[in-house]
């Protein structure tokens, strides 16, 4: 863990403070998952820069758990929907009830109304309630019978899902998934972590009880706003900025995507690409940021041809070959 009071770059004060509390924050979780650290990392970046996260990993991989890890080590007020597939937006987003007594209807919030939303297997659900959570990612707010109603800040969106290959799930249409800064892919334990994981169990770990296994909130609304404000001052130089661009025009020209990285996708992109840098105590960005980024930033906002499907093709297989292809600046 990094001093709490000094950064690596030699800075003082409520940046270093932060950064120490976003790193206790991810020892945190590592009480109660394992081996998951490229997930934990992805869950930060996006406390970093407002976006949301989407999870995706075969049944039992600890997707669920993950998250109400993060939410047991902020002092945030956090929500659960298990999205099924009779769920209705309303259940999401609130509704107008009628009160008898007054004789007039008064809203009645949904779960989104809260700071960390976990949308647990939220391809279980048909898109017309998935697409109940759009106006919320992106705008912030939730209108209901034309009345737009503010969301609590900061808000977000942290939703599970299984393959599409798997029996009972229904696919993320594309500006569903556009509203997700990154797509994290959650792979099976290798051997030594699963045997960690079965010593756990074995000494008694229940992943019911997160207070048990000694989680504690690291982190609250103060930590996140010095350090998002500490990541805006992170400087981009128009290489970088450059650079970026190249990388999602690149996509654009791929003979295996039929859709590519759109000028949103470049703003996530050099937008996680910063909080990386200042994570890893930098106040400027390097082309190796991009890099570390590029996949779980740009994987699901390409599309593949069903050709290249069928030849074994992956979206982080075309993500890597550009970043071989594209000249990295100096």
């Known amino acids: 863990m990094m001093d709490p009071t000094t950064d690596n770059a030699g800075n003082t004060g409520d940046s ?38 989407l999870l995706e990993g075969v ?7 993950l998250v109400r ?4 080590t902020l002092e945030l007020d956090t929500k659960r929907v298990q999205f099924t ?18 004789a007039e209807f008064s809203f009645q919030p949904g779960p989104v109304f809260t700071n960390l939303l976990l949308a647990d297997e939220i391809n279980r659900t048909p898109p017309k309630t998935q697409s109940s959570l759009l106006e919320a990612m992106e705008e912030r707010q939730v209108t ?3 009345t737009p109603r503010p969301l609590p800040e900061p808000f977000l969106v942290a939703a599970t899902q299984n393959p599409v290959e798997y029996e009972g799930t229904y696919p993320l249409p594309e500006a569903q998934l556009d509203r997700f800064l990154l797509k994290l892919t959650i ?47 992170t400087t981009v130089s128009p290489e970088i900025t450059a650079y970026v661009v ?7 020209e791929s003979p295996s995507l039929t859709l590519g990285v759109s000028p949103r996708g470049a703003t996530a992109l050099l937008a996680t690409s910063r909080a990386w840098a200042w994570l890893t105590g930098r106040d400027y960005v390097i082309p190796d940021d991009v890099k570390a980024l590029a996949q779980p930033t740009l994987r699901h906002r390409v599309q593949l041809r069903p050709e290249a499907e069928m030849e074994g093709v992956t979206a982080d297989s075309v993500i890597n070959a550009i970043l071989a292809h594209v000249p990295v600046p100096r």
């Open 144 to 146: 209901v019978d034309g």
């Open 16 to 53: 270093g403070t932060a950064r120490a509390s976003l790193e206790a924050l991810r020892a945190e979780i590592a009480k109660a998952v394992v081996g998951q650290d490229p997930a934990v990392t992805g869950l930060v970046v996006a406390l970093l820069c407002r976006g949301h996260v």
């Open 85 to 102: 597939p009779d769920l209705m937006p309303s259940d999401v987003t609130g509704s107008l009830v009628y009160d008898t007594r007054t």
């Open 69 to 72: 890890a993060l939410a047991s």
């Open 187 to 233: 792979p099976l334990p290798s051997r030594q972590d699963e045997i960690d994981i079965l010593t756990r169990h074995a000494s008694g770990f229940n992943p019911r009880d997160l207070h048990a296994a000694g989680l504690r909130p690291v982190a609250g609304p103060a930590d996140l706003e010095a350090a998002r404000t500490a990541v805006a001052k």
């Open 246 to 252: 190249d990388i999602c025009r690149a996509t654009r």
């Open 59 to 65: 049944p039992g991989v600890a997707k669920t758990l």
